[in-house]
């Protein structure tokens, strides 16, 4: 039980405290099939009881009795209840003025491109620019946004004598062909000859700032309406709905009744396509009911969860029904208000049933939509349909095309693919408060979507890190599996599988008093102490080297705890399922001591259009991997595994995209990790090119500093369009290395050294600072390398052959004895231990045709120890 589709992105948030929102889920395709399958209900709703189906009589009663036994439970009341408090305190008449008219238009953001009038960019302060600086909500300034910088308050025309002056005497609601256009002044200089007369004026259209356009238009008042008067309205029902479903107090219910009911009077008018809500992310109006259909969706199914927490107290509270039809007296409404059937029917049939016809306006990613409309049909039809609806939903819910065999998403973007995860997380949780056993069989009949509570687990890296591939996140972002402890306790209680509470106990740091209790249940204690007995028995947390086949993702793990360290590789050219994936193919990342010391640039700056995007932050140039002509990669058929193989100490992992250059016969990837001792491991990389004039060899590294020894490297002019600056090269005459000191934060103090050996191949080396994901004129930007090689005539081809040494205080390979020859068939990797406790030989062949090998020896204090490893998952497991 506790619905969370509200928590992950899917609802229009708050914009009171001027938070960054998720980013916005892009609009995917569904077969017609899937479309027919799931339209059916949303026409008349069926005859109701009236009865709850999430938040039933007896989860309510568990809820208070849980209540008077537990401490965290009263804690978790008292907080619902105080969350609530400001809206109980709301008059009645307040509160039902409070719904957004559908006239008043709403935007997703002011003015992106020219910031703040009064400070400019500085509204971005040291973050850079984002689509959401604004607050949205200002405390005793109604209809204003605050930059949060220079603290401005816009607009500068008193909007509320304009709404006021605007509203339809016989609805009840704001008609701006009504309102009177002489109050749209800046009352700060009300003189019509001041110059400043207009300066700032918003009639809920926007101020058009310079001449040019629509696009350049701030919009003060649709932010505000959205984001602000939108996003209370939604804390205002989902907090009154809360504090009934944990404490059965009328008034709660009260309240609630007249807000969804005022809601559904007006939800069907509610149409972004209408002209009513502009997406700054598009340019144009657009789409959704309220906002984007990007995240209508969820907020569509959080309504239907709150009606469901009050359900069984409509008929409860005759004031509000009082008030209800007096208002319906008073105003034009679209349906009979004389009875709490008749608010039933309202809320139901305008705002559930309503939203599920309007398929084409709740677009969601993946099959979130699905899992918003099972839920919603729940609720119209009561408990006894799971079954039911089980069965015809599953099959929309987990298609292949959307969850692979080993549990991963189609979005190529582990940011997107978690958000879709956490849906899945959401269900099972929900349904499971309903049927435990349902929930088992659906997990038994549908073998992904089991899967998919190992992919993330399995994947996850020195317990801090998810491989960042496609948008997610920041550079170098920390990550626990997405979903929350209370799923991964549930699927423990469901499968008796102990690493699924070795992982809840993980998500909450190891502190089983952060392990949540389900409030609705009627022993909530039983499990978590089930859970903590498993951890303590499972022994330490260990997950080994592992493949993802269809996610195309392979990470090769050693060591554990402070010393364990991942690389991982991609190897997958296929576009997702969205935009959201990157032209990335077999780039690959390094954990280690704690850090990403090979690193991905995360979400671009905007999605759209933005240069940035396309040109840098989801372009090939900027990922590590190698680039050919200086052009992206292209989305093409899947890469191929080659080989993933390990045998006590030594690992491999190669794979092949051939397809993601057009006329590139070659294109591979071969990584070899040996263990020297606790916590010395290096990497040799093989990656070979055949085709094209042009090899760039690109390695993006976390914040610190880079420097080579063994060349003469001189300034050369800015890469890549100025997106690479402060850049230096040098020849590779001879064998060169690179040093990186690398820190956990920008200019924080350094934390680990990764030395990168280099042969003296025919090529240029460069260095550079290259601009993350915050912009050109942020300063936290990503040390770089290149390497370069180029043929004027003819088909270049190449062998790029470096070997990896990351450590803590002082390299452990000695730098005068490190031989690395690539020749046309094998590269050749030698080198002996600084200490002389020690050395190794190794011959990497991976010709295509013929199965990778590895074979050479190593000695350690006096041991001799062969090297040999072959072909595709020798001792290493793949799921």
């Not at 089930?530 to 086949?549: F, H, L, M, N, Q």
């Not at 046309?824 to 991976?846: I, K, N, P, Y």
């Amino acid at each position: 039980m506790g619905l969370r589709i509200g928590g992950r992105g899917l609802e229009m948030g708050n914009r009171s405290q001027g938070r960054m929102f998720l980013c916005p889920l892009v609009v995917i395709s569904t077969s017609a099939a899937m479309l027919l399958a799931v339209t059916s209900v949303f026409g008349e709703s069926p005859a109701s009881a009236n009865a709850s189906t999430f938040y039933h009589a007896q989860a309510r009663a568990n809820a208070q009795a849980n209540a008077r036994r537990y401490e965290w439970a009263r804690k978790q009341v008292d907080e619902a209840v105080a969350a609530a408090e400001p809206w109980v305190k709301t008059s009645d008449e307040d509160l039902w003025r409070m719904i957004v008219p559908p006239k008043l238009k709403r935007a997703i953001m002011v003015n992106v491109n020219q910031g703040c009038p009064k400070c400019g960019m500085g509204i971005y302060g040291d973050r850079g620019p984002h689509p959401y600086p604004w607050i949205a909500w200002v405390e005793g300034h109604p209809w204003k946004v605050q930059c949060p910088n220079c603290k401005e308050l816009f607009p500068k025309n008193d909007f509320g004598a304009f709404y006021e002056s605007g509203i339809d005497r016989e609805t009840g609601l704001f008609d701006p062909a009504r309102a009177d256009r002489k109050l749209l002044f800046n009352a700060e200089h009300p003189d019509p000859k001041d110059p400043q007369h207009q300066y700032a004026v918003d009639d809920g259209s926007g101020w058009q700032r310079f001449p040019g356009g629509l696009k350049e238009r701030d919009w003060y008042i649709g932010y505000h309406v959205y984001f602000g008067r939108g996003g209370k309205v939604a804390a205002a029902i989902r907090s009154l709905a809360t504090a009934y479903a944990l404490t059965g107090r009328p008034i709660y219910a009260h309240k609630t009744t007249i807000l969804l009911d005022r809601l559904a009077d007006v939800f069907p008018d509610y149409d972004g396509n209408q002209e009513q809500f502009y997406n700054n992310v598009w340019g144009r109006y657009s789409d959704g009911i309220l906002g984007p259909n990007y995240w209508d969706g969820g907020m569509w199914a959080q309504r239907a969860i709150d009606y469901d927490m009050i359900r069984e107290g409509i008929g409860q509270v005759p004031e509000a029904l009082a008030f209800i039809g007096e208002k319906a007296r008073q105003f034009k409404v679209p349906m009979p208000k004389t009875s709490a059937e008749d608010i039933h029917r309202n809320i139901e049939q305008r705002v559930l049933v309503d939203g599920g016809r309007r398929r084409e306006r709740i677009w969601m990613n993946g099959t979130i939509t699905e899992m918003c409309r099972l839920k919603v049909e729940l609720v119209l039809r009561g408990r006894g349909s799971l079954k039911e609806l089980i069965g015809k939903y599953m099959p929309v819910i987990v298609p292949p095309e959307h969850l692979n065999a080993d549990g991963s998403g189609n979005e190529r973007s582990t940011g997107y693919d978690s958000g879709a995860f956490g849906q899945y997380c959401s269900l099972i949780e929900e349904l499971a408060g309903m049927n435990k056993d349902v929930v088992r069989a659906a997990l038994d009949g549908y073998p992904s979507l089991r899967a998919a509570f190992d992919f993330w687990p399995d994947i996850w890296c020195l317990e801090k890190y998810i491989p960042q591939i496609g948008d997610v996140g920041e550079p170098g972002a920390q990550s626990r599996p997405p979903g929350s402890a209370a799923t991964y306790l549930l699927l423990f209680d469901l499968t008796g599988n102990p690493r699924y509470a070795q992982v809840a106990m993980r998500i909450v740091d190891g502190d089983s008093s952060k392990l949540p209790r389900n409030i609705y249940a009627a022993e909530p204690e039983e499990l978590v102490q089930r859970a903590i007995e498993a951890d303590k028995t499972a022994g330490p947390w260990y997950t080994p080297s592992v493949v993802k086949r269809n996610y195309q993702l392979g990470i090769l793990r050693s060591g554990q705890g402070a010393d364990e360290q991942a690389l991982w590789l991609f190897y997958s050219p296929q576009k997702g399922t969205s935009s959201h994936s990157h032209f990335d193919a077999l780039s690959f990342g390094l954990f280690a001591f704690g850090l990403p010391l090979i690193c991905e640039q995360g979400y671009p700056l905007y999605t759209g259009d933005w240069p940035a995007r396309w040109a840098w932050t989801s372009n090939t140039r900027s990922h590590a991997t190698v680039s050919v002509d200086n052009r992206c990669q292209r989305h093409s058929d899947g890469g191929k595994l080659l080989a993933f193989a390990g045998d006590d100490g030594v690992q491999v992992i190669s794979a092949e995209a051939p397809t993601a250059y057009e006329n590139v016969a070659v294109y591979r990837r071969t990584l070899v990790a040996v263990q020297l001792g606790p916590g010395r491991l290096c990497y040799l990389d093989v990656f070979r090119v055949k085709g094209g004039r042009e090899h760039a060899y690109n390695l993006p590294l976390f914040y610190g500093d880079l420097r080579v020894g063994g060349l003469t490297m001189t300034p050369h002019s800015d890469l890549h369009d100025g997106y690479v600056t402060q850049v230096m090269a040098s020849p590779a005459a001879s064998a060169w290395h690179a040093d990186a000191d690398l820190c956990e934060e920008f200019k924080g103090p350094v934390r680990a050294h990764m030395r990168i050996h280099g042969s003296s191949a025919e090529m240029t080396v460069l260095t550079g600072r290259g601009e993350a994901r915050w912009g050109k004129d942020d300063p936290r930007r990503l040390p770089y390398l290149f390497l370069r090689r180029e043929t004027g005539t003819g088909e270049l081809e190449s062998c790029f052959a470096l070997v990896y040494e990351p450590y803590r205080e002082r390299p452990f390979i000695d730098e005068g004895n490190v031989v690395i020859r690539a020749e046309a068939q094998a590269v050749h990797f030698e080198a002996r231990l600084a200490d002389g406790s020690g050395s190794f030989r190794l011959t990497c062949r991976d010709m295509g045709d013929s199965p990778v090998t590895v074979e050479g020896a190593r000695m350690l204090a006096g041991k001799s120890q062969d090297i040999r490893l072959s072909g595709i998952v020798s001792t290493l497991p793949s799921r």
